[in-house]
């Protein structure tokens, strides 16, 4: 028997670009034949989700909107899936186009949907799908891990990972290590270095003679870059000449300005890693992704935040103090 639903539900929406949100009460939403109601157990808080708030993104929704590119849910009535399913929510214009995840139901596109194959705990199942097929893609994707050079193999491919310690950089420097790479994980301050995962080494950017050794020596095959911004093409120059630089984030900044002179001296590709046109490599990783989850194999650190608080948890995001990935549930 279906349990009766609300009439009503809490949304977390944006009424202007670049403004502060609000948690706003509006009709539950009613699925058109080819979608899913799905009751929202947890969303993730998303650079991307602060992008298109600010309205310089190529997508620009309707304001106003509710927000969330990406989260957790159980189906609650589907065309296709039997209610009860647990899924992640992500793609089909979910927070771009239309309404997205910041709320407690939300009706989507059958193509929003993955199923989840094992249980995750809800804050988990809601953040690991970005990160995780993300981090796939940079290295073997994008950066092709032992195939890029004709001489390097996987097991002798060096990876710096900047931003160590976030969710996409921890998940990086998790699946290299388990590829047999070698794992320079470059943290901010010497506090951090605690959070970074065990087996990589570590190079703490606030110490100028550990940045000038990576410059000098330049040991690096691969860069993976979660940071952007106006440093991007120095730490380009730690890896070797004919090497290549994964792009995944812009932490540090939205806007970069190359030395070309430079750029041709170090010989290093600019590749980036566009999640939006990877969405079926994407999808088919995710029952991989879930067990090395679910056994512990992989660790995802992640902070939550009620949805009456959701404020404080994109403050958070935008303010870089969050550890890892950031989430609300209702």
Do not use: K
């Amino acid at each position: 028997m279906q349990p009766t639903l609300p009439t009503t539900m809490r949304a977390v929406r944006f009424h202007d670009w670049g403004t502060t949100l609000s948690v706003d009460t509006l009709p539950l939403p009613e699925p058109s034949g080819q979608e899913s109601l799905v009751r929202i157990d947890a969303a993730a808080v998303a650079h991307l989700d602060v992008t298109v708030a600010s309205g310089r993104f190529d997508i620009r929704p309707t304001l106003p909107y509710v927000a969330g590119v990406e989260g957790a849910g159980t189906v609650l009535s589907s065309p296709t899936m039997s209610p009860g399913t647990r899924v992640v929510v992500r793609g089909a214009g979910v927070g771009l186009t239309r309404s997205g995840t910041w709320a407690e139901y939300a009706a989507v596109p059958e193509d929003a949907l993955t199923v989840l194959p094992e249980d995750l705990a809800p804050e988990v199942a809601a953040s690991f799908f970005v990160p995780g097929t993300t981090a796939l893609a940079a290295l073997d994707d994008v950066g092709r891990l032992g195939r890029w050079f004709e001489d390097v193999s996987a097991h002798d491919e060096v990876v710096v990972v900047t931003g160590a310690t976030g969710a996409v950089g921890a998940m990086v420097t998790q699946l290299a290590l388990a590829r047999g790479c070698v794992v320079l994980a470059v943290v901010s301050r010497p506090e951090r270095a605690a959070l970074v995962p065990v087996g990589a080494e570590i190079v703490v950017a606030s110490r100028p003679e550990e940045v000038a050794g990576l410059a000098a020596a330049r040991p690096g095959t691969l860069l993976v870059d979660t940071l952007g911004g106006p440093g991007l093409g120095d730490r380009a120059g730690w890896i070797r000449p004919g090497g290549r630089a994964a792009l995944v984030g812009y932490t540090a900044g939205e806007d970069v300005s190359l030395h070309l002179p430079n750029w041709f001296s170090r010989d290093v590709a600019y590749l980036p890693v566009n999640m939006i046109q990877r969405t079926q490599l994407a999808r088919a990783a995710v029952p991989d992704l879930v067990s090395l989850l679910a056994a512990g194999t992989l660790m995802l650190p992640v902070e939550v935040y009620a949805l009456g608080d959701a404020q404080d948890a994109v403050d958070a995001l935008r303010g870089r103090r969050a550890s890892g990935r950031v989430v609300i549930q209702s």
